[in-house]
Nanobody, 125 residues
Framework: QVQLVESGGGLVQAGGSLRLSCAAS???FNWLVKGWFRQAPGKTR?????????????YYSDSVKGRFAISRDTAKNTMSLQMNSLKPEDTAVYYC??????????????????WGQGTQVTVSS
């Protein structure tokens, strides 16, 4: 049973940067599809970024493409999300997740089995 813990959230001004990390325990998630999702107040949870099993492919929502970068560190069994040029609309609780089974699309949250507890990101204008 993989357990995920996010860290790195906080308060930042618009235009600033934050780096989120996701640490796995209870097993390796290096070779699983991994992703970041977020949920803003009053909105449904949405896909932000994903990375393939091999790490060779990455995926981004249109709203963060060019500003965010997902990466993994297989030696540390971690995943990160570098967030640059942050906007107030990026304010949300950010969740890391991984999929132990087949994944039809890395953007589909229903394909993910394991989730972290979330970390708050607040971007002030």
């Amino acid at each position: 049973q993989v357990q995920l813990v996010e860290s790195g959230g906080g308060l930042v001004q618009a235009g600033g940067s934050l780096r989120l990390s996701c640490a796995a325990s209870g097993g390796s998630f290096n070779w699983l599809v991994k992703g970041w999702f977020r949920q803003a107040p009053g909105k449904t949870r949405e896909f932000v970024a994903g990375i393939s099993r091999s790490g060779g492919s990455t995926y981004y929502s249109d709203s963060v493409k060019g500003r965010f970068a997902i990466s993994r560190d297989t030696a540390k069994n971690t995943m990160s999300l570098q967030m640059n040029s942050l906007k107030p609309e990026d304010t949300a609780v950010y969740y890391c997740a991984c999929a132990a089974g087949p994944v039809g699309s890395p953007t589909n949250q229903h394909d993910y089995n394991y989730w972290g507890q979330g970390t708050q990101v607040t971007v002030s204008s």
